[in-house]
């Protein structure tokens, strides 16, 4: 570090150089590190540990799960609760509910989004801000404060609006439900974060092809979209997994198991042979990994552009 | 239009309406692309939030016979000596100030080291990042399998290093049922926090630190006097965002510990209110009061980050 310095004193001065020259070995710059790395092997161990678990669950036979003194490492390692959960048709219609549930989400609130974000990323006019305000605002929504209302809504109320009085249509316990009302927390996000990558894209090719004789619908799907696929990729993403995950409204709105989307089948999980009698940890495992395996890959790969989107979503304004 | 009236004095003013024109065409345009998003976001938000104000001073019952009544403040009557709810409200400011606080600070440590330079970092982000991928309700069905009282890891490993000297049912027994509930919720979002966080140290400039060595800062004081002051944004959004969204927690009270009544969040209490009892209306207000105490919290913020900014 001070190189002038320990020139200077290094006639006469043993043990201090001793010291030194210790601290400088690559054993010593280990040893001074070593509180660094043990926090570091700490964190790892708090992150991964709880997966490991589910993990080592998911290859342990039923006969060693339910036994004491609980087994660190699967003796005797095995396929068999992955082979139940993935031939259980409760679990894999789950798995179906869900993609087509966040499916259905994320292009709906891709095609609302982007249409949105073109206007407020591209023109200006009055109300433009307070419309965004507005979105920003609905992000953070508690979900909660309108469950009853939707609640009501899904069952077939009657709306009277404007001296008009019709029907709802009845969704209560059917995948629709869901959909709908996902559009809460997916579309004001998907709004806010593509009118910024919107925003961002320069004047001059849009330019171009207005002056070429483009209408603004052309100029959106042949110049705009293409620019911000990134930006859509991203968002949409960000829309799926939030559908995937969702949970409270899933709980409330859906009432037989052929309707259960993945969360709501973790919680009232029935293994393969049926019994209600003992909850089935090694299946319940074994889904666990089928379904976070593909989360956390994706999440790895695109961690770059999630986090810009989380950013873009949570951090400006 | 009359082209042959334009004199030379008056063609500004023709010039400007041709454009008014146009910026008319351009606001119409915007709206028309606005509009379906924006009736999508009245119908499933703001035609709701409206109903449930209504609902709340009717006494709707789900499939009811008799028609539902206008009862006045009636049920926020009931809500104030409603003692059920009251613990509930208590319950989860009190999982509020835990998980934010110990994420918070979990979260601040990791984003630090993984800020400092050394080998691997890149697989630490990584890792750093996997129970911030798994979804909520599965986080808590792996910690609630970890926390089973016969066959759980957590009541094994704490027996054999004898700092247990019994199996303890965690989620079973109220006593450790909050805390079993918050450690989960910990361990799913101290990544979020820390992420938020990192943000914020990797615009701080190198220079600084720089600066401050060569005049002879110590790191404490550098953490204290640098790293902390600039941090502050970052800070206020992440206390931000995980209040608000541990005010409204419903998953993790839902699959560790049921519709317990001794243990419940708000949340839990409101939805079981509406959904298994099917009373919408005293539901509705007790909705209303959710959502008041969560707007109370992002006033308090709002003011602050005001005054933070001047």
Redesign the interface.
Known sequence: VSTVAERTTRPGAGAASRVRRLRRSPFGRFAR?LP?YL??AL??F???F??Y??LR?AFTPDAD??????Q?IPAHPTLHQFREVLSSHFFLRALLNSTIVAGGVTLLALV??S??A???GR??????SA?LY??LS?T??????????????I?G?RVHLFGLSFQLPHLYNTLWSLV??Y??FT??LT?WVLTSFMRGLPRDLEEAAYIDGAT?LQVFYRVLLPLIAPGLVTTGLLAFIAA??E??YA??FEETPNNFT??VA??N?VGKSGSTFQVP?GQ??AA?IV??VP??V???LL?RRI?AG??AG??KG | MNTTEVTTVARPRLRRRRSTRL?RR??R???M??A???L??VA??F???G??VY?SFTD?Q?LAIEPTKWIGIENYKDLIHDSIFRDAVWTTVKFTVVTVLFEFVLGL??AL?VN?N?K?RGV????????????????A???N??Y?D????IN?ALV?LHILDHAVAWTAQPSTALGSVAAVDI?KTT?FVA??LL?GLQVIPGELYEAASVDGASRWQQFWRITMPLLRP?IL?ALI?RT?DA??V??VF??LLGQRQDTQS??IY??NT??TTGD?GY??AV??A??LI?GVF?VVYVTFLKVEEQ
């Open positions: 590190r660094f926090v570091i964190i790892f708090y992150a991964l709880p997966f678990w589910a669950s799960l339910f036994k004491t003194p609980v660190y609302l989004g249409l949105a073109f206007a407020l023109f200006r006019f009055r109300g433009r419309t507005l979105m609905m953070t929504f508690p979900q909660i404060a309108i469950l009853g209302a939707l609640y009501t809504m069952n109320l709908l009302t559009m809460i579309l004001p709004v603004p995937w995950n949970f409270l709980v409330s993945v969360p973790m919680v999980f940890w319940l495992m666990t379904v976070t989360l956390i994706l999440t790895l961690q986090l989380l950013t949570a951090v | 910026q351009q606001t345009l915007a709206w692309l606005l379906p998003s924006l999508v976001v499933v938000a035609y709701p939030l109903q449930t609902q709707k789900f440590i990791i080291v400092s050394f691997g630490m982000r990584a890792v750093m990042l996997v129970p911030w991928a798994i979804p909520t309700v599965i986080a069905q792996m910690w399998w970890m089973n016969v066959y759980g890891v094994s054999r361990w990544p992420l938020l943000a970052a959004v965002f608000l005010l409204r419903f998953d839902y699959v708000m949340a409101d939805q509406i959904v919408v539901g509705a909705s209303v959710i959502f969560i992002v």
